[in-house]
């Protein structure tokens, strides 16, 4: 089975600073790793992606994650926040295909103040 | 390219009537759909996922009779949910699987009053 965790439910950065959102994951067999983003009342955007291959993924608005296998990790980065970053932003886990069912962590509400 | 349209974005209804949420995708065919459910400040939880042509595949506790999902075509799956009481009040959204990957619909606001 597997499950996704995003630690800290509420990040708040200041404009222009690094934005970190971790994302663990479980998984019995290589995983599929995604970062969505949700503006409100609205569906969800994929950030960016993980399949195979490099381990560093970039992605759409300057954010990119880093899957490190050992430490069954898949955390978000952006080096300076702005302003239209503020959203809801879920790490989901889809197991051996990138087509299968997903599943959602929690998501983490990044708020960023002037 | 890879575009899902839902329909409709908001719907108020009473209680004990139905609602059909239609998930077209317009650009791409789409085998496989998924059919998310998310209630306020939570994640998105998997009601459902439906194959073209074959009987939807429900989630654990998800009330197949409750949610009636049809995937007649490989551009349109609808989910109906009947008889909707207070606690249906929820926003639900659809992803197709395609050609490039997952796409989301822009989701649906239910509430039955």
Not at chain 1, 52 to 76: D, M, Q, R
Not at chain 2, 35 to 50: C, E, I
Request: aromatic share 12%; hydrophobic share 35%.
């Amino acid at each position: 089975a597997q499950s996704v965790t995003q630690l800290g439910s509420h990040v708040s950065v200041s404009e222009g600073a690094l934005v970190l959102l971790r994302c663990n994951y479980s998984s019995s067999v290589p995983p599929y790793l995604f970062w969505y983003v949700q503006y409100p009342n609205q569906g969800l955007q994929l950030l960016l992606k993980y399949t195979t291959g490099a381990t560093l993924v970039k992605g759409i608005n300057g954010f990119e994650a880093e899957f490190k296998k050992s430490e069954t990790s898949f955390h978000l980065t952006k080096p300076s926040a702005h302003m239209s970053d503020a959203a809801e932003y879920f790490c989901a886990v889809s197991e051996g295909t990138s087509y299968g069912k997903l599943t959602f962590g929690q998501g983490t509400i990044l708020t960023v103040h002037p | 390219g890879a575009v899902v349209s839902q329909h409709p974005s908001r719907v108020i209804c009473k209680s004990g009537t139905s609602v059909k949420i239609e998930c077209r995708s317009l650009d791409f065919q789409a085998t496989t759909m998924f059919w998310y459910r998310q209630f306020p400040k939570q994640s998105l939880m998997l009601m459902a996922t439906s194959n073209e042509g074959s009987k939807a595949t429900y989630e654990q506790g998800v009330e197949k009779d409750k949610f009636l999902i049809n995937h007649a075509s490989l551009t349109l799956s609808t989910l109906t949910v009947t008889s909707a009481h207070p606690e249906d009040s929820s926003f639900y959204i659809c992803s197709a699987s395609g050609p490039k990957g997952y796409t989301f619909g822009s989701g649906t606001r239910l509430t039955v009053v």
